[in-house]
């Protein structure tokens, strides 16, 4: 079936240092969703890409989206503690009402 | 406030005594869904509904039921819950049908089965 991957799994990182996660989905998107879940939390929206080639930047977060529209990424520009937390993707099923999350990556900030 | 409420937040039972983990969203919203999240598997779908009176299967629908009588309301049921079902659920609504829209969560529902 269709699956979405995301990786890493992990990344821990100095305070001040760049964050990037990549998500892939085995399908074409008709768009891609990204979430944050904090420590203890629940996921939170942050952003949807539609186009191929989309690019949406929040703050120090850049989301890219692929021309092929089959994978994605998140940037994180000079992290910062409040960074901390497990950022996922997410992507609709083909023509069904599924969403299919990736594994998500857990992203560790040191001070 | 708009928001998601889930019922209990935490739950331990035993093998085989039903339960049933209430959901509710004050947003008017058309689609639900349930998820569970375990370690190193991310959020897995068990059941979604794009509408009153429509269900449809996840990716992990076994051991699991849904109902969808009323727009707010999206009751998650265990007719005879077991161990492997341990793990933590998440209700989310959102304003429409074929994942098109952002999901709003609700707090969470940590279930232990002995």
């Known amino acids: 079936g269709q699956q979405v991957m995301q990786i890493p799994q ?8 760049d964050f990037t ?27 949807q890409l539609v186009k191929s080639g989309e ?9 890219q989206f692929g021309e092929a529209k089959k994978n994605s990424s998140l940037h994180i520009t000079a992290t910062q503690t ?26 560790q900030v040191k001070p | 406030e708009a928001q998601v409420t889930q019922n209990p937040r935490y739950l331990i039972t035993v093998t085989g005594k039903k339960l049933t983990v209430t959901c509710s969203q004050n947003m008017n919203h058309e689609y639900m869904s349930w998820y569970r999240q375990d370690p190193g598997l991310g959020l897995r779908q068990i059941y979604y509904s794009m509408n009153v009176e429509v269900t449809d299967k996840g990716d992990v629908p076994e051991g699991y039921k849904v109902s969808r009588k009323e727009k707010r309301n999206f009751p998650l049921i265990l007719e005879s819950p077991s161990p492997n ?8 609504s959102s304003l429409g ?18």
């Open chain 1, 82 to 107: 409040t960074d901390v937390g497990t950022y996922f993707c997410a992507g609709p099923a083909s023509n069904t009402g599924k969403l299919i999350f990736g594994q998500g990556t857990t992203l």
């Open chain 1, 55 to 63: 690019v949406k930047k929040q703050k120090r977060l850049t989301f």
């Open chain 2, 85 to 92: 079902q341990t793990s933590l659920y998440f209700c989310a």
């Open chain 1, 10 to 17: 992990y990344q821990h990182v100095q305070e001040g240092e």
């Open chain 2, 97 to 114: 049908g074929l994942a098109a829209y952002e999901q709003y969560f609700g707090p969470g529902t940590r279930l232990t089965v002995t």
């Open chain 1, 21 to 47: 996660t990549y998500c892939n989905s085995s399908t074409t998107l008709s768009n891609i969703q990204w979430y944050k879940q904090r420590p203890g939390g629940h996921p939170v929206f942050l952003i």
